[in-house]
């Protein structure tokens, strides 16, 4: 596949890890970091489960506004906000998106611990989709966390189209020998 249906497929393979950390999405609180294309097909994978509320931090307030918009025209609550804002909202949200182009690492150990404490040790489940990263992978160490990165989508997605492939394989082998 091209890389317009991979994005797709890594987009799919984030909800579906997120389904296995938690039950049903009608009450999941979803930060999106960044609001491009990527994050926003993403998003919208998510907002198709009919999250309880969507955020999107980013470094201008009217871009995150734009996309928070085309959100809410799905049905989801949805507001934008500052990044700056993100280390007193982070606590909030169950599952953080990341997805931009920083220089660094934009969310840290330190924000994310503050978090998981205020929390009570509910889990949180973490994609980064940003290259280089935008969360320090030390995050991915913390207890009741749940972080992956875009190049585990990609081995998520791969795995998934082997899997299709040998099952299509099966079913020839059943159709020939039908026939």
């Known amino acids: 596949p091209g890389s317009g249906s991979a994005s797709v497929s890594r ?3 984030a909800v ?3 389904e296995g950390i938690f039950e049903g999405g009608s009450d999941q609180r979803i930060v999106l970091i960044g609001a491009g294309e990527m994050i926003e097909l993403v998003a ?3 907002a198709a489960r009919k999250p309880a509320s969507m955020a999107v931090a980013n470094r201008t307030l009217e871009r995150g506004e734009q996309l928070a918009a085309r959100l ?4 989801v609550a949805a507001r934008a906000m500052l990044l700056s804002e993100l280390p007193v909202e982070l606590a ?4 953080v998106i990341a997805s931009t182009a920083p220089s660094w690492p934009l969310v ?4 994310f611990g503050r978090a998981l404490k205020a929390r009570r040790h509910r889990p949180m489940f973490m994609v980064d989709l940003g290259v280089p990263r935008d969360i320090e992978p030390e995050v991915g160490r913390l207890d009741d966390v749940f972080l992956y990165t875009v190049d585990d989508l990609g081995h ?4 998934g189209m082997q899997k299709r492939r ?10 020939a020998r039908e026939v």
């Open 72 to 75: 809410s025209e799905t049905g």
């Open 108 to 111: 840290g150990l330190g924000m």
């Open 44 to 46: 919208r994978h998510f």
């Open 11 to 13: 987009a799919a393979a």
């Open 166 to 175: 040998e099952a299509a394989e099966a079913a020839e082998a059943i159709i």
């Open 156 to 159: 998520v997605v791969s795995t």
């Open 16 to 18: 579906r890890l997120s």
């Open 92 to 95: 909030r949200f169950d599952i």
